[in-house]
């Protein structure tokens, strides 16, 4: 079965600070890569999303990803974070001809005004 | 639009007793699924269907069932509810199966006592 790592847990940042999360998954095959978001009392939404092509993603709100294959990861980025990106982050990957997204364990960012 | 409606949102149950969980979609997905949300877990996959009549275990499927009678509800039910079901339990839909966005309900509290 395929797992997804996202190493982070809890992330503190400070306004106007570099965001990168970590996510590394197992799966030898082709895979399609997921981020989405949990803002407190919401959902789960998809922040963004990588197929195939550029390996490098952009998604809503400025946030990017980038896909290295060789290290079996999808890290999200974002250039400077606001209060208002406080929230949940969850990692998630489905092989290619597969019919099961995998979730990673989630970061939980509190981003501090 | 309101995308898809988990009903109840919150359920405390008794060791033993029964339940069932609703999700509607009003997006026309063929797609559906439960997860459950357990602290440093993630998401983990319960049930899925591939379409109205069908359905398929998951990741973690013991001790549920799933129906998917129309194509717009997946209803999960607990027939005898253990304390290791507390979770929370997230319904999601998509339009494709491997590459499509999942859309996600907004979640369902259950405390099994």
């Known amino acids: 079965a395929q797992s997804v790592s996202q190493h982070n847990h809890h992330v503190i940042l400070s306004e106007a600070a570099s965001l990168e999360l970590g996510c590394n998954y197992s799966?030898?095959?082709?895979?399609?890569l997921f981020w989405y978001v949990q803002y407190p009392g919401q959902h789960l939404q998809l922040l963004l999303k990588?197929?195939?092509?550029?390996?490098l993603v952009k998604g809503i709100k400025g946030f990017e990803a980038e896909f290295i294959k060789s290290k079996f990861s999808f890290n999200l980025r974002k250039p400077s974070v606001q209060w208002s990106d406080t929230a949940e982050y969850f990692c998630a990957v489905n092989a290619a001809t597969g019919n099961q997204f995998y979730f990673g364990t989630g970061t939980s960012l509190t981003v501090i005004p | 639009n309101a995308g898809v409606t988990q009903t109840p949102k919150f359920r405390v149950l008794k060791t033993g007793q029964s339940m069932t969980l609703l999700c509607a979609q009003d997006?026309?997905?063929?797609?559906m699924y439960w997860y459950r949300q357990d602290p440093g877990m993630g998401l983990r996959l319960i049930h899925y269907s591939v379409g109205e009549g069908t359905t398929a275990k998951g990741e973690v499927p013991d001790g549920y069932n799933v129906s998917r009678l129309k194509k717009q509800n997946f209803l999960l039910g607990l027939e005898s509810a253990a304390p290791s079901q507390t979770s929370v339990y997230f319904c999601?839909?998509?339009?494709?199966?491997?590459?499509?966005?999942?859309?996600f309900g907004e979640g369902s509290r259950l405390t099994v006592l």
């Open positions: 999601a839909s998509s339009r494709e199966l491997n590459t499509g966005e999942l859309f």
């Open positions: 799966y030898g095959g082709t895979v399609n």
């Open positions: 997006m026309n997905h063929e797609y």
């Open positions: 990588y197929f195939s092509g550029d390996p």
